[in-house]
C-alpha cells in the first residue's frame, strides 16, 4: 500500500489509466493548445492527473532545455518592510502569468548573492530576477548566458530597475523648504548606498536655497535605532524640520518628540520615507515620500517576461520617481491652518526613464 503510495506518477501511467495517447496526456499537463483535444478530455486528465497524484518533474524538462516556467529570485527579501513589498508584488505579477518563484533570501550577505544565483540555475529557472551589490559584469560572469536575468533595485548596474531615491529625498526637502523651514536635521542607522542617496537628494535640494546642513546630518549606526540623544541634539542646533529615511524611524522621531514635550507639527516637523501603509496610525498622520515599489515590480516582470518570452534583452536603466504624501506631520493636514495642501494628498512626480 505504501509504496503504491509513494510511487512516482508517470504521463504514461494516466495515459494507461484513461486509454489515452501519451502525446495527449502530455499535451493537456504542459497547457499546450491542440484543436486535437477537446474540453472535456482537458479536464478528465487535469482530474485524473490529480487523484493519481502526478507531479512535474522540472529538473528533467530543465535536462532536456525545456522551460520549467519558474523564475529565481535572490534579494534581501525582509531586510525592511519595503523589499518584502516588492517581494510580493514581484511574487504576485509572476504567478499572473503562470510562473512559479523560488525565493532565495541574502538577509544582506553580499556573498550569498552569486552562490544563490547559481543554484537556482542549477535548480532548473527559466529566469533570474536579482538584487545585488555586485557591479554587473560579476553578475555577468557567474550567470555566463546560460539563462537571462533582470537586476533591481541595484546600485552598480547599467540595466538597474529601481526607484530615484535622490529624487525622493529632494521631494522631503522642497516640502519642508516650502513650509518655511530653513534648518533642518537628516536621521538614519547607516549610510549605505540607499540612504546616502536620499542624503544627497535631500541636500541637493537644501543647498540650492543657499542653506547649510553642517552638523545636521545623525547616523546612530547599523542595528541601533536609538535616536532620543541625536533628536535633542538636532532640537539644540536649532533645527525645525526632521527627514527620516525609512516611516518606522520617523514614527520613532515623532515618539522622542513627545517625550521631551514637543508637538509635532506645531513645534517640529516630520517627514518620513517608504509610504508603508502603517505611516495612517501614527499620530499625526505621517507625511512621507512614497516608493512605487508595484511599478518597479511591474517592470522588472515585464523586462523578465519579454526575455523569456520574445527574446527580447532591452537592457537600458530604469529609474521611476517616488511621490510625495501628505500627512499630517508636517503641518498641511486637514487640522492644520494650512488646510488647503489637504486637497492635493499626492503630488505625483513625471516619470523619468521609462
Known amino acids: 500500500m505504501n509504496a503504491q503510495k509513494n510511487k512516482i506518477v508517470r504521463m504514461k501511467d494516466i495515459a494507461s489509466r484513461l486509454g489515452l495517447s501519451v502525446p495527449t496526456i502530455s499535451t493537456v499537463l ?32 530543465a535536462m532536456h532545455g525545456l522551460p520549467t516556467k519558474t523564475v529565481g529570485i535572490v534579494a534581501s527579501l525582509f531586510y525592511n518592510p519595503v523589499n518584502s513589498l516588492f517581494i510580493r508584488h514581484i511574487t504576485k505579477k509572476l504567478s499572473d502569468r503562470k510562473y ?29 530576477i536579482i538584487q545585488t551589490s555586485y557591479p554587473e559584469e560579476e553578475i555577468q560572469s557567474v550567470i555566463a548566458g546560460r539563462i537571462p536575468y533582470v537586476i533591481f533595485n541595484s546600485g552598480q548596474s ?53 542653506l547649510s546642513m553642517d552638523g545636521l546630518i545623525f547616523v546612530t549606526g547599523a542595528g541601533s535605532e536609538d535616536f532620543a540623544g541625536p533628536c535633542s541634539d538636532a532640537l539644540s542646533k536649532g533645527a525645525t524640520a526632521f527627514f527620516a529615511v525609512t516611516d518606522k524611524i520617523a514614527a520613532i522621531l515623532i515618539r522622542e518628540l513627545g517625550k521631551i514635550g514637543k508637538s509635532v507639527p506645531k513645534d517640529v516637523a516630520v517627514i518620513g520615507f517608504d509610504g508603508l501603509e502603517s505611516r495612517e496610525f501614527v499620530t499625526p498622520i505621517l507625511t512621507t515620500i512614497r516608493q512605487p515599489v508595484e511599478r518597479v515590480a511591474q517592470k522588472a516582470v515585464e523586462r523578465m517576461l519579454n526575455k523569456l518570452i520574445g527574446g527580447q534583452s532591452d537592457d537600458e536603466a530604469i529609474l521611476i520617481e517616488p511621490e510625495l504624501v501628505i500627512g499630517e506631520s508636517c503641518g498641511s493636514g486637514p487640522h492644520s491652518p494650512a488646510s488647503h495642501f489637504e486637497h492635493r494628498i499626492v503630488h505625483r512626480a513625471a516619470p523619468t526613464g521609462e
Open 30 to 61: 504542459n497547457d499546450k493548445e491542440s484543436d486535437f483535444v477537446s474540453e472535456s478530455t482537458r479536464a478528465l486528465v487535469k482530474k485524473t492527473a490529480l487523484e493519481m497524484g502526478y507531479v512535474k518533474n522540472h529538473l528533467i524538462r
Open 100 to 128: 512559479f518563484t523560488l525565493l532565495a533570501d541574502t538577509n544582506g550577505d553580499n556573498e550569498m548573492e552569486k552562490l544563490f544565483a547559481l543554484e537556482m540555475i542549477s535548480r532548473g529557472a527559466d529566469g533570474l
Open 158 to 210: 547599467k540595466s538597474n530597475i529601481s526607484v530615484d531615491l535622490g529624487k525622493g529625498g529632494f521631494l522631503a526637502a522642497e516640502h519642508l523648504l516650502d513650509h518655511g523651514h530653513r534648518k533642518t536635521a537628516f536621521f538614519a542607522t547607516h549610510l549605505q548606498r540607499a540612504n546616502m542617496l536620499k542624503l544627497q537628494g535631500f541636500k541637493s535640494a537644501v543647498e540650492s536655497h543657499g
